[in-house]
């Protein structure tokens, strides 16, 4: 198949002529190549670079239909690579279809007994295992491992630790060994310190980041994926913990101050990448939610961009729009850093050099 587009490739202001030959770009013309759209605004495939495949929205595991359907959601959203930062179900069959996007995967999360949701990670009845399972989940996952920092604990009844600081520090490590990263799911204050000084690589949601931890994040070079859609959830999570009146009144809070803390992260030099935690309570599909959601805690709308597209493939080690790449992209009609409404509705996808035109939100139809 050979294309043609032309419009402005961000994140530059340069309008470029850009062929597609082989599911693979080149700036240099293609003979014969059908010409697809001839002006517009070209951004590199989006990244969710926090969602689960494989977990039903509602709760409990996907099969491969519908985790199918989840790919294609997002795929038809624009958001062609997906950090899945944990599922329960083997999700390498989708790498077999060349019409739904990449999949990074960080294994399945690894929680203690009775501290994260049920049957959704591998518990630990002992933490000094904690090291030998982040080992495993390195070899078996995509260069992630996914550990869950924190948790109510029903006995204290609020959020808490789930791990000490020295069975964390030989995780991470352990991790790193095997080449791989790691990230960790930190709703409050407390488990950051530990998984920050022990060199942890990602902090999924961070709503609890203060001044102190923030300038320790800073220091270390982690980054934060803050989840904001997600992070919307927290007054009805409190509404729903009657039995435990000091963890709903802090997440309360964690959610009144989480634009303020984001604000702060960046202004800190925190690299911040965008990521709805898809799957569960929050529908596949929504990448255009939270970069905007990022721009309203005070991100431009280029850095919100950037969070979702140039700058987090190249964090995750995957290119942008450069000869040679495989052709993922995203066609608007409109300029998306003007308005980031016009993300929601993609003029064309391209993935892996096939064209996937607008689905209607509504009929569901193309």
């Known amino acids: 198949m050979r294309l043609h587009f032309r419009g402005v490739v961000l994140p530059g202001d340069e309008v470029r002529d850009l062929w597609v030959r082989d599911g693979v770009i080149s700036f240099e013309p293609v003979a014969n190549a059908e010409t697809v759209h001839a002006s517009g605004w070209i951004v590199p495939g989006l990244v969710d670079a926090h969602c689960h495949v494989g977990i039903k929205y509602g709760g409990g595991h996907e099969d491969r239909d519908g985790a199918v359907a989840q790919a294609e959601t997002e795929r038809d959203a624009g958001a062609l690579l997906l950090r899945d930062a944990g599922s329960p179900i083997d999700t390498r069959f989708i790498d077999e279809r060349d019409e739904l996007p990449e999949i990074i995967r960080a294994g399945r999360h690894i929680a203690r007994p009775r501290r994260y949701i049920r049957e959704l990670g591998i518990e630990l009845d002992d933490e000094r295992d904690l090291p030998e399972i982040v080992a495993e989940q390195a070899r078996r996952g995509d260069g992630w491992v996914k550990i869950v ?12 630790p789930l791990w000490s600081d020295a ?57 934060l994926v803050p989840t904001l859609i997600n992070i919307d959830t927290f007054p009805g999570i409190a509404d729903g913990a009657g039995k435990f009146p000091v963890y709903a009144a802090h997440m309360r809070d964690l959610h009144r101050r989480s634009r303020e803390t984001v604000a702060k992260a960046h202004a800190a030099g925190i690299p911040i990448y965008t990521g709805t935690d898809a799957g569960g309570s929050i529908p596949h599909g929504r990448i255009a939610d939270e970069i905007a959601a990022l721009a ?27 000869p040679g790449a495989r052709a993922d992209f995203v066609v608007y009609q409109q300029d998306p850093r003007l308005d980031l409404a016009t993300l929601a509705a993609p003029a064309w996808v391209v993935l892996r050099g096939r064209v996937y035109d607008r689905r209607d939100p509504v009929t569901g139809h193309r």
């Open 149 to 160: 920092g924190d948790w109510i604990d029903r006995s204290a009844g609020d959020l808490a």
């Open 296 to 322: 309203g805690a005070g991100l431009s709308a280029h850095d919100a961009l950037g969070a979702s597209a140039w700058n987090a493939r190249s964090w995750l080690g995957r290119p942008g729009i450069e």
């Open 167 to 223: 069975v964390l520090k030989e995780a991470i490590d352990a991790a790193h060994r095997e080449g791989a990263r790691v990230t960790a799911h930190v709703f409050g204050e407390d488990a950051l310190y530990g998984l920050l000084g022990a060199g942890i690589d990602c902090i999924e949601h961070g709503t609890g980041l203060t001044d102190d931890t923030i300038e320790l994040m800073a220091r270390t070079g982690a980054a």
